[in-house]
C-alpha cells in the first residue's frame, strides 16, 4: 500500500486494506463518476460556497445581531448571534459547541446544539432583555439574508444524482463481471 500523507499523524493497529485490495476481496468495483456529473457537483458547490460566503458576511457585517434565544420560564437561559457567537446563563456540562463553518451555518448548528442541552423554548423575534437589563431594546434582530437575495443554486446536489451515480455504478459492475445481489 502506499503512504497515506496528512497533516496530523495517527498510529494505526491492526490491518490496514487499500481501496484497491478492498475492491478485490469484495468483488466490488470502483469506478469513475461521469463527467457531466462531476462537472454538476462541482458547480453545485461553488454555488453552496457562494451563498455560504453571503451569509458569513452578513453575520460579519452584524456581530451583534441575535439570531435566537432559547428560553424557559421567561428567562433567557442561552442564546445564539449571526455570527454563531453563543451565550449561556449557565454552565452546561459537556457541552461542546461546533467550530467548523462560520455565519449563519454557525448559528444554526449552534442553535441545534443548544436545544439538545437546554431545554426551552426558541425564539426568533420580541427577544426578551437578558438577566440584568430591563429591557430588550438594544437587542438587535437577525441580520439574516433574506433568501431572494443570495446567489442561486441550479445544480443538483449528490442526493438528486443517486439514480444516474446507481446507474453509472450498475455498468461498471456489468462491465467488470460483477453480478448484483438482489435485496430480499
Known sequence: MSRIEGSASFKIQG???????????KKMVA??????????????????EARQQANQAAAAANPDRVFAQIV?????V?????????????????????EDFAG????????????RAVPGTVIYDNFLPLPGQTSAT?????????????PKVTARGLSDMVDEI????????????????KAG
Open 72 to 76: 424557559k420560564n421567561g428567562q433567557v
Open 104 to 115: 449563519q451555518s454557525l448559528a444554526d448548528r449552534r442553535l441545534a446544539e443548544l436545544m
Open 166 to 181: 446507481n446507474a453509472a455504478r450498475d455498468a461498471a459492475m456489468l462491465a467488470a463481471g460483477i453480478t448484483q445481489k
Open 15 to 25: 490491518p490496514v486494506t487499500s481501496i484497491g485490495q478492498l475492491v478485490e476481496q
Open 78 to 98: 442561552a442564546m445564539v448571534y449571526d455570527s454563531g457567537s453563543a451565550y449561556t446563563q449557565q454552565n452546561v456540562p459537556g457541552l461542546k459547541l461546533t
Open 31 to 48: 469506478f469513475k463518476l461521469p463527467e457531466h456529473l462531476q462537472a454538476e457537483l462541482a458547480q453545485h458547490d461553488q454555488q453552496m
Open 138 to 150: 438594544d437587542i438587535t434582530s437577525s441580520s439574516k439574508v433574506d433568501q431572494s437575495l443570495l
